[in-house]
């Protein structure tokens, strides 16, 4: 079983809103990855948690805000997003951070800030 | 400065034949190599790997080839199938970096029936 799942699939809010991006994997990896892709463009690495510690922070604006309660959760907190930020929101896992280790993706958050 | 780079950005091939998507990289550390193939909508599925110490890795209809001299990788896809229809990425990762995944701008195979 290589599936990682994402939360809500699709969400839509406002500059002044609060929300949470959540992704859920029951592999055992204990390397959790956010990127965020915008249309036509590649995926861009924002976060990377290895053993529930933030290990990588692409300087990401702090509006952006990661949580690794646990081993298999990587939540991704957003408030005061600018419009901007519309794109989809990719998680990732792999079995660890080091060594030839794969990448797998998540199904995408689509996310659109008005 | 792109240190990953598939410089076409689209393909189109008949059913049957072969797809030959190409992708050239800058970093001479760069030592493992993944191919993702990306539906409308979807995360980017892992697909096929490569490690530097390699110069070709098959997996059923995939094919990945390794230049190292031209830093110069190639996905082979035969035979091509309707379903293959998706934005194929390279990407590629320095092992004394982690694991960051630089990825390429993506590849959009169209295969007709």
């Known amino acids: 079983d290589t599936e990682v799942t994402q939360t809500p699939k699709h969400l839509v809010m406002g500059m002044t809103n609060k929300k949470s991006l959540k992704c859920e994997q029951h592999?055992?990896?204990?390397?959790m990855y956010w990127y965020k892709q915008k249309a036509k463009k590649p995926p861009e690495l924002m976060f990377v948690?290895?053993?529930?510690?933030?290990?990588i922070n692409e300087s990401v604006p702090s509006r952006f805000s990661p949580e690794c309660p646990n081993s298999s959760l990587l939540n991704l907190h957003l408030h005061a997003l600018q419009p901007e930020d519309s794109a989809l929101y990719l998680c990732?896992?792999?079995?660890?951070?080091?060594?030839?280790?794969?990448?797998?993706f998540g199904p995408g958050t689509r996310l659109l800030v008005l | 400065d792109q240190q990953v780079k598939q410089n076409s950005p689209s393909l189109s091939v008949q059913e049957g034949r072969i797809s030959i998507l190409n992708c050239d990289y800058t970093?001479?550390?760069?030592?493992?190599f993944l191919w993702y193939k990306k539906y409308p909508a979807e995360g980017p599925t892992f697909l096929i790997s490569?490690?530097?110490?390699?110069d070709k890795n098959e997996d059923g209809r995939f094919t990945v080839f390794l230049n190292k001299s031209a830093k110069h990788l190639s996905l082979h896809i035969v035979p091509s199938q309707p379903g293959d229809s998706a934005v194929y990425f390279c990407?590629?990762?320095?092992?004394?970096?982690?694991?960051?995944?630089?990825f390429g701008g993506g590849t959009r195979l169209m295969v007709k029936p």
């Open positions: 990732a896992s792999s079995r660890g951070q080091g060594g030839w280790e794969t990448q797998y």
């Open positions: 592999m055992g990896h204990r390397a």
């Open positions: 948690y290895s053993y529930e510690k933030l290990s």
């Open positions: 970093n001479s550390m760069f030592d493992y």
């Open positions: 490569i490690s530097s110490i390699k």
């Open positions: 990407a590629a990762r320095d092992n004394n970096a982690g694991n960051m995944l630089t």
